[in-house]
């Protein structure tokens, strides 16, 4: 196995005895990098100088003996949407296209005190509206398995960097499954945490619960190391905790001993046939191991009226302005959620804070039964990228260009934590993700529940982590950056990722 394929936890630990150094590790990561990321496009902006310069001071205070943070030496990956500082992030916009924040946001601040070495930012549709990892900055990211399709989104290049082993910690961010979808879509570990875990210092509305900030990884573990340095109370983030999560080490969890609730659709989300299908199979598999595995009623009918009424509420909240001064600067994602803001009055909002009170104590309700909800996470095969989102499941037309999402942004409205385990290939070949859902607040326990099923299914090849095909990787794909309304933002190959650490 080479050094990139291993786990994060692993890399620590071989930093830690001083069996690797930083230095070697980021040059492997940047080799491959430039060696596979032509043929996904996951990669945007680059900062490797620093990055090297972190890595040489990272192995110095290994030689020195000196104490050592949770993620000393591991290259990172950033969300495009998250201020980095020094480094380009355009949140995928034309009118950001030259924005190098002069600060890291709370979660990046945290990551680099934890020896984490900021090394690339990763890809992001325009303004994080959408599941499909597309802008007119850097282009599509395609997914890892084959890359004419949809890697989900709006943490689609963060998913496919991690699948493809460029890096071996990413961050992401979740409103209505934008952790959750690329992660099942790629075959990688997301995590939405409960709200206020980790804290969120940019968030426009500060008591909205409906967006998150959370890691993805390759594993189970690897995610839970990365969520030890991230969690904690912020003074700018009036939603932030401290005490309610550890993250690392992992719990360990009888799996015997759990009570799994299923829901194929809860009661209102149109799911292809062929994903019901994956989705049994998997939980028959998991019945096997555990002490009850039984479908629950949990129907949430008026869950996506409410979800499109706070939706709209956020995206007010951050564009608005925007929106009345320029427009057309903003995507046609944000201007949709905009507009249908227009429309929405006062006891609409009282209705749906309402609902959102009701759905969440439904599952509070039913987590009374069971310790563990499971449920698919999107309810289609990753289709061609070319396609803004999902316009018909199982013959059913999308109201909107989100609707797809159902599955997940209904477990949004809930607060719960949900996290998506890759457990093997669906019908067509393509990753597929188990959706698992805790009570609210109990983070570690979701990990430590899915780590032993993670465990149970490694042992049979139909159900463990997938990993992409290594000839798709070499081949580069010019058309994912059909979407470049510009020139490069750099000088170098337009297929390859661009050291951006200054405005241009």
């Given at each position: 196995m080479s050094l990139v394929q291993l786990s994060a936890v692993e890399l620590r630990r071989r930093i830690g005895n001083k069996d690797i150094s930083p230095v070697e590790l980021l040059e492997a990561c940047i080799a491959r990098i430039e060696a596979v990321n032509p043929a996904v496009n996951a990669i945007c902006a680059t900062d490797y100088e620093r990055a090297?310069?972190?890595?040489?001071?990272?192995?110095?205070?290994?030689?020195?003996?000196?104490?050592?943070?949770?993620?000393?030496g591991l290259p990172l990956g950033v969300k495009d949407l998250q201020d980095t500082a020094g480094l380009l992030t355009t949140s995928g916009n034309v009118g950001r296209r030259g924005n190098v924040p002069q600060q890291d946001n709370a979660l990046v601040a945290r990551l680099r005190a934890a020896g984490?070495?900021?090394?690339?930012?990763?890809?992001?549709?325009?303004?994080?509206?959408?599941?499909?990892?597309?802008?007119?900055?850097?282009?599509?990211?395609?997914?890892?398995f084959n890359p004419l399709l949809n890697a989900g989104g709006s943490s689609g290049g963060s998913a496919a960097a991690?699948?493809?082993d460029m890096l071996p910690l990413c961050t992401g961010s979740d409103t209505g499954g934008s952790l959750r979808i690329p992660a099942a879509l790629c075959g990688v570990v997301g995590l939405r945490p409960s709200p206020g875990v980790v804290?969120?210092?940019?968030?426009?509305?500060?008591?909205?619960?409906?967006?998150?900030?959370?890691?993805?990884?390759?594993?189970?573990a690897d995610t839970a190391l990365m969520l030890s340095?991230?969690?904690?109370r912020h003074a700018m983030d009036p939603l932030s905790v401290s005490g309610v999560c550890q993250g690392w080490p992992v719990r360990e969890v009888d799996l015997s001993s759990l009570r799994i609730g299923t829901v194929e659709d809860f009661g209102t989300c149109a799911v292809d046939p062929g994903i019901r299908r994956s989705f049994r199979q998997r939980v028959a598999a998991l019945a096997r191991h555990t002490r009850s595995c039984e479908p629950l009623d949990l129907s949430l009918p008026d869950g996506h009226r409410c979800f499109d009424i706070l939706r709209a509420e956020s995206f007010v909240a951050a564009f608005a302005d925007t929106y009345r001064q320029d427009p057309q600067s903003l995507g046609p994602n944000v201007r949709a959620n905009v507009e249908m803001a227009h429309a929405i009055t006062l006891g609409d909002r009282a209705w749906a804070h309402l609902e959102q009170t009701r759905i969440a104590r439904r599952f509070e309700?039913?987590?009374?039964?069971?310790?563990?909800?499971?449920a698919p996470v999107t309810p289609v095969s990753p289709f061609p990228w070319s396609e803004l989102y999902a316009e018909r499941i199982d013959g059913q037309a999308m109201r909107n260009y989100y609707e797809w999402l159902g599955l997940t942004y209904l477990v949004t409205l809930a607060t719960n934590p949900a996290l998506s385990l890759p457990c093997g290939v669906d019908e067509h070949g393509?990753?597929?993700g188990l959706q698992l859902i805790a009570p609210l607040r109990a983070d570690d326990r979701l990990l430590a529940m899915a780590s032993a099923i993670e465990a149970a299914f490694a042992t049979e090849p139909e159900l463990r982590r997938p990993r992409?095909?290594?000839?798709?990787?070499?081949?580069?794909?010019?058309?994912?950056?059909?979407?470049?309304?510009?020139?490069?933002?750099?000088?170098?190959?337009?297929?390859?990722?661009?050291?951006?650490?200054?405005?241009?």
């Amino acid at each position: 196995m080479s050094l990139v394929q291993l786990s994060a936890v692993e890399l620590r630990r071989r930093i830690g005895n001083k069996d690797i150094s930083p230095v070697e590790l980021l040059e492997a990561c940047i080799a491959r990098i430039e060696a596979v990321n032509p043929a996904v496009n996951a990669i945007c902006a680059t900062d490797y100088e620093r990055a090297r310069a972190a890595a040489r001071a990272a192995e110095a205070q290994v030689l020195r003996g000196e104490a050592l943070g949770p993620l000393h030496g591991l290259p990172l990956g950033v969300k495009d949407l998250q201020d980095t500082a020094g480094l380009l992030t355009t949140s995928g916009n034309v009118g950001r296209r030259g924005n190098v924040p002069q600060q890291d946001n709370a979660l990046v601040a945290r990551l680099r005190a934890a020896g984490a070495i900021v090394t690339a930012k990763t890809n992001v549709p325009d303004m994080g509206a959408g599941a499909n990892t597309r802008n007119p900055v850097w282009g599509a990211t395609g997914n890892p398995f084959n890359p004419l399709l949809n890697a989900g989104g709006s943490s689609g290049g963060s998913a496919a960097a991690l699948a493809t082993d460029m890096l071996p910690l990413c961050t992401g961010s979740d409103t209505g499954g934008s952790l959750r979808i690329p992660a099942a879509l790629c075959g990688v570990v997301g995590l939405r945490p409960s709200p206020g875990v980790v804290a969120n210092d940019a968030r426009p509305l500060g008591w909205s619960v409906i967006s998150v900030l959370g890691p993805m990884g390759r594993t189970v573990a690897d995610t839970a190391l990365m969520l030890s340095a991230s969690v904690g109370r912020h003074a700018m983030d009036p939603l932030s905790v401290s005490g309610v999560c550890q993250g690392w080490p992992v719990r360990e969890v009888d799996l015997s001993s759990l009570r799994i609730g299923t829901v194929e659709d809860f009661g209102t989300c149109a799911v292809d046939p062929g994903i019901r299908r994956s989705f049994r199979q998997r939980v028959a598999a998991l019945a096997r191991h555990t002490r009850s595995c039984e479908p629950l009623d949990l129907s949430l009918p008026d869950g996506h009226r409410c979800f499109d009424i706070l939706r709209a509420e956020s995206f007010v909240a951050a564009f608005a302005d925007t929106y009345r001064q320029d427009p057309q600067s903003l995507g046609p994602n944000v201007r949709a959620n905009v507009e249908m803001a227009h429309a929405i009055t006062l006891g609409d909002r009282a209705w749906a804070h309402l609902e959102q009170t009701r759905i969440a104590r439904r599952f509070e309700r039913a987590f009374e039964h069971v310790d563990l909800i499971v449920a698919p996470v999107t309810p289609v095969s990753p289709f061609p990228w070319s396609e803004l989102y999902a316009e018909r499941i199982d013959g059913q037309a999308m109201r909107n260009y989100y609707e797809w999402l159902g599955l997940t942004y209904l477990v949004t409205l809930a607060t719960n934590p949900a996290l998506s385990l890759p457990c093997g290939v669906d019908e067509h070949g393509m990753p597929f993700g188990l959706q698992l859902i805790a009570p609210l607040r109990a983070d570690d326990r979701l990990l430590a529940m899915a780590s032993a099923i993670e465990a149970a299914f490694a042992t049979e090849p139909e159900l463990r982590r997938p990993r992409p095909p290594e000839a798709v990787l070499t081949r580069a794909q010019p058309a994912l950056k059909s979407l470049v309304t510009h020139p490069p933002l750099m000088d170098g190959d337009a297929g390859a990722p661009r050291t951006a650490h200054t405005a241009v």
